[in-house]
């Protein structure tokens, strides 16, 4: 037990902390670019609290290619741009580095290492579930399991340790950073949580592919991405003639092998002239400008018949509520509130612009995720009031199957 193992330092500490950032080349995806950014400033955020002297490192800078004596007596290297932590869990790690571990880990949202792969008591959809989740994870007693590798996605190292080993720490492109000798402690941190932002561009969307109707031919779909959609109809039915739009140009690139043509253009700037029996817009019309235009235009490449399938997010679900009440509106990378989200949609209003154009909604499916503690309290508060919908706050994303009439 690292009770038994550890001998707690002394209070009496240099509260240095020293953050390693990566230093990531800008892309051509804005929300990977924004996620970077929000990452980044979330956490700042963490780690600058009262008592604590921060110093800010992008990977790469001289002076951590040949530490100095003045370094940290505590080094936080993080290696991707997309995890955000919170000031809880910065102070257990702190804790942990005091308690005598030359360096320690968090659980993760996702990790390939078993003794880091948190368990998600409930989805995160934002700050404040981020914020829940921790509080309930990290208002308990200091739970460490010694482990001779950590996930190096997020590690705090001592700073003796880090100036002994730093060549390795930040040369290290392997997914684990392991124990340099039986004498080297290394713990995860068990009652605690990291999130990282996990990527949708290579999304199957199987939920999609299968509301596809039997007869339908040629098929359009509008932000393929890197062609999840198109490998999975190309494995069910390669028959099927299916084109794709998407406007990043490494996605297209990506998307090319599923897909008999790819239009690397927004679909704004879509001018095919061919007519397909579906189209499928997997989260997209809540991308663009002016979506009801855009659902006319698709209605019209539509043949007789045809159908248009599509899934976004729900603009009345309680988290989005819950937050506005509290006067709060945070864009994220990913999720409900995406950075590139520029309309918003409750049930009525996406049925009434499908209706409008001539569509004849066939199945209008609303998926639905468990809501947090506090989230099923709200719930229940507001639609004993009078003033909630039950049924809209715990949709988060609607799936449509609209028939051309």
Request: charged content about 25%; glycine content about 6%.
């Amino acid at each position: 037990m690292l009770k038994k193992i550890f001998k707690k330092f002394s209070m009496n500490r240099n509260n240095g902390l020293t953050i390693i950032w990566p230093n990531k080349k800008k892309t051509d995806v804005y929300e990977l670019d924004y996620a970077s950014q929000f990452c980044k400033k979330y956490v700042q955020d963490a780690c600058n609290q009262p008592g604590i002297n921060l110093t800010w490192v992008d990977i790469g800078n001289t002076l951590y290619e040949k530490p100095n004596s003045n370094i940290s007596d505590k080094v936080l290297v993080i290696k991707t741009n997309k995890l955000i932590v919170d000031k809880k869990l910065i102070n257990m790690m702190i804790e942990a580095i005091d308690y005598g571990c030359d360096a320690c880990g968090p659980c993760f949202s996702q990790s390939s290492f078993p003794s880091q792969q948190g368990i998600m008591m409930f989805p995160v959809m934002n700050r404040t579930t981020y914020n829940e989740l921790t509080d309930i994870l990290c208002d308990k007693k200091l739970d460490l399991q010694e482990v001779s590798e950590l996930d190096n996605n997020c590690v705090m190292y001592s700073g003796r340790f880090f100036k002994q080993n730093h060549k390795t720490i930040l040369q290290d492109t392997n997914n684990a950073n392991k124990s340099q000798s039986h004498q080297s402690k290394f713990a995860v941190i068990k009652n605690s949580f990291a999130f990282l932002f996990d990527e949708q561009y290579g999304t199957e969307r199987k939920d999609l592919a299968k509301l596809i109707p039997e007869t339908a031919k040629s098929i359009l779909d509008i932000g393929s991405a890197e062609g999840g959609l198109g490998k999975v109809l190309q494995e069910m039915k390669p028959k099927l003639e299916v084109d794709a739009v998407e406007l990043s140009k490494p996605m297209a690139k990506k998307a090319e092998p599923w897909y008999r043509k790819v239009y690397n253009c927004s679909f704004e700037d879509f001018s095919g002239a061919e007519k397909y029996d579906a189209i499928i817009c997997g989260d997209v019309i809540e991308h663009m400008l002016n979506p009801w235009e855009q659902i006319n235009r698709m209605y019209n490449l539509l043949n007789p018949d045809g159908c248009l399938i599509a899934s976004l997010p729900n603009a009345g679900h309680w988290s989005l509520v819950y937050d506005q009440l509290q006067g709060k509106f945070e864009y994220l990378p990913w999720g409900i509130t995406c950075i590139t989200h520029v309309r918003w949609f409750t049930e009525p209003s996406i049925r009434q612009a499908l209706e409008e154009v001539g569509f004849l909604i066939e199945k209008f499916e609303r998926q639905q995720i468990e809501p947090s503690p506090k989230g099923k309290d709200f719930v229940i508060k507001m639609v004993e009031t009078g003033i909630g919908d039950k049924q809209s706050m715990l949709t988060n994303e609607f799936t449509i199957l609209a028939i051309k009439r």
